[in-house]
């Protein structure tokens, strides 16, 4: 197994990028269809095998607060030995390989040892987001209770609540403080731990990992993810981001989602790069950007929101030199912020696609630097056999036309696709049809094979008898100087079923006017369908997000249907297409 790291690594440090595609093809092709082992421990085998034998003096981590300025690194052997400490400290508990592992911790170089004692030790590691509210944390221990659990000081009395309340009793619950609290072991005391640790037998096909989906959609889902289908199937996220050994890769994200897993943990350390943690409460865009500078990020992945925000910023401060790539994840990019940002820095933001049931999917991998259409988001990862189908199953062959995204299985499973939504058989058979797996979402191909984004299936707008991807709006939107953010929902209408109507959010200097409403209607019009244009538009100050910076639209659509069936008036700050006689003479057409 250390070789198909060792081959990634080579790939990815080749300069010739027509020489990386042929290489990334042919590694793919023979990975997709050779023998893996029937065990697996990527902490043993790749972490310490290869990376802490061959480069363990090498720098694995670098955390630092982005206020206060303080800085903490670890080499690679640093970085195992406190991850064999903490593992340690969870089996003279009691903990043993099957078991799970709540982790509910902000950015600190803990949660990177954490989750590297839980591959170790086969634990089943389930992340959890430092946002949880009391009814969220009741949900995910009645469905999944916890035999361990890792915690930041601040959250230890609300987790103690949920515990009370769904009388679960796990074995050890470790805190991230200084401040003894009952029941509780003080992660200081782990320090004492031996620094080596025998690694738990784990087959390929054990449970590693259980995500609770962000729930953009509906109830959260448990995404199993095994000793394999992370480790190994992130070798694709680690080939389209690029990651070389020598890099210092940053992700924004954080901890409690699959995207952490992604790009801050198994992205740059499958290939024995430096990653990076950067703690903040609030996204703080010059900060932020002064740490970047500061500790000479070469690769730097982000969600929308904060593109959005980096664009913005007085980028003369700051010296990017350093910077090799960009990459934007979590929802797609609008081309504006592409542009902007290739002329503030000069490198192109390479936009890519995934879920938390898969590892890197489709996307703009290095090679195709000066070849990426603006607003598309690649074509599909060697791993992947991706393809477009109708709501009929039929795969789509003519290009423009927007369909279901699917994986097919009927060749190959691709390895990072995760293994079960744990315990939910209905929703499995839901989403794995007739040898596809249906991701839930929609796309389409131009007759180039780009693929561009249409939206979540259950976002698109069905007005009339057209159908409506809201991001093709949201970005024709925020082309116009005035709008900072878009999002793009159907609201209830008697005779065309639904209407598109836009939230809109708009950058500093503006404010909402009819006469500014009236100029987002003319703009919309010279660029989009006439079918696809908002038929309404309202000012606001944010729309509801996950953590991880994606859009509710779900939360959106449910407050139009509120807002109308208890008859609430028109706001202030909303404006319809037909209160303007300059934009049509027929009324509400």
């Given at each position: ?104 911790v902000p950015i600190v170089p803990e949660t990177w040892f954490a989750t590297f004692a839980g ?96 729930g953009t959609t509906g109830l959260p889902k448990k995404v199993g993810h095994t000793a394999v ?289 009236l100029e987002l209607f003319q703009h919309s019009m010279n660029i989009l369908a006439k079918f ?58």
């Amino acid at each position: 197994m250390q070789n198909l790291y060792r081959e990634v690594m080579e790939l990815n440090m080749m300069d010739d990028n027509e020489q990386k595609e042929k290489a990334a093809k042919a590694f793919f092709e023979k990975l997709n269809f050779m023998d893996i082992p029937d065990s697996f421990n990527w902490a043993e085998e790749i972490f310490e095998g290869l990376h802490v034998n061959e480069r363990g003096e090498n720098t694995a981590l670098i955390w630092t607060d982005i206020v206060t300025r303080d800085v903490r690194t670890f080499t690679y052997r640093e970085f195992a030995e406190n991850g064999n400490r903490c593992l340690n400290a969870l089996r003279k508990s009691g903990i043993a390989k099957g078991d799970n592992f709540y982790m509910m911790v902000p950015i600190v170089p803990e949660t990177w040892f954490a989750t590297f004692a839980g591959v170790k030790g086969g634990l089943v590691t389930v992340p959890t987001a430092t946002t949880m509210t009391m009814r969220e944390l009741q949900f995910r221990f009645e469905s999944y209770p916890p035999d361990s659990i890792i915690c930041a000081e601040t959250y230890t009395e609300l987790m103690d609540d949920a515990i009370k309340a769904t009388g679960v009793s796990p074995k050890i619950k470790i805190l991230l403080g200084e401040t003894p609290r009952a029941g509780w072991t003080n992660y200081s005391a782990i320090a004492r731990e031996d620094g080596n640790a025998d690694a738990a037998k784990t087959k390929s096909n054990d449970l590693l990992f259980c995500f609770f989906t962000s729930g953009t959609t509906g109830l959260p889902k448990k995404v199993g993810h095994t000793a394999v289908s992370y480790p190994v199937g992130h070798l694709s996220t680690s080939v389209m981001a690029g990651i070389r050994p020598d890099d210092v890769h940053h992700n924004l994200s954080a901890p409690g989602w699959a995207k952490w897993a992604w790009s801050s943990f198994f992205g740059p350390l499958n290939v024995g790069a430096t990653a990076t943690a950067f703690n903040f409460t609030v996204l703080d865009g010059p900060l932020y950007l002064e740490a970047v500078a500061k500790h000479k990020v070469s690769v730097f992945c982000a969600p929308p929101t904060a593109w959005r925000m980096f664009i913005n910023q007085d980028m003369s401060q700051f010296d990017l030199s350093s910077l090799r790539q960009s990459i934007g994840a979590g929802e797609p990019l609008n081309p504006e912020v592409i542009t902007q940002w290739k002329k503030l820095t000069g490198t192109e933001i390479r936009d890519f696609y995934g879920q938390t049931e898969s590892t890197a999917m489709i996307g703009n991998p290095p090679w195709m630097a000066g070849k990426m259409r603006s607003g598309s988001f690649g074509y599909p990862s060697f791993m992947y056999d991706v393809a477009l189908v109708d709501d009929q199953g039929q795969e789509i062959t003519l290009p423009d036309e927007p369909g279901h995204i699917v994986v097919k299985l009927d060749r190959w499973r691709p390895l990072g696709l995760f293994t079960e939504y744990i315990g939910n058989p209905e929703k499995m058979a839901s989403v794995f049809v007739n040898n596809y797996y249906y991701t839930g979402d929609r796309a389409s191909m131009d007759q180039d094979g780009y693929w561009w984004f249409v939206g979540r299936a259950d976002d698109v707008i069905k007005s009339s008898d057209y159908r409506v991807g809201p991001f093709e709006v949201e970005s024709a939107l925020v082309e116009h100087p005035s709008v900072n953010e878009a999002a793009v929902v159907g609201t209830p209408d008697p005779k065309r079923h639904q209407l598109v109507k836009a939230y809109v959010i708009l950058n500093k200097g503006y404010e909402p006017s009819k006469e500014l409403a009236l100029e987002l209607f003319q703009h919309s019009m010279n660029i989009l369908a006439k079918f696809k244009i908002p038929r309404i538009i309202e000012f606001v100050t944010e729309v509801p997000k996950t953590i991880s910076g994606k859009i509710r639209r779900i939360e959106l659509r449910e407050n139009e249907v509120e807002r109308q069936s208890k008859g609430e008036s028109a706001k202030d700050n909303e404006f319809f297409y037909w209160d303007f006689p300059e934009l049509s003479s027929k009324g509400k057409e």
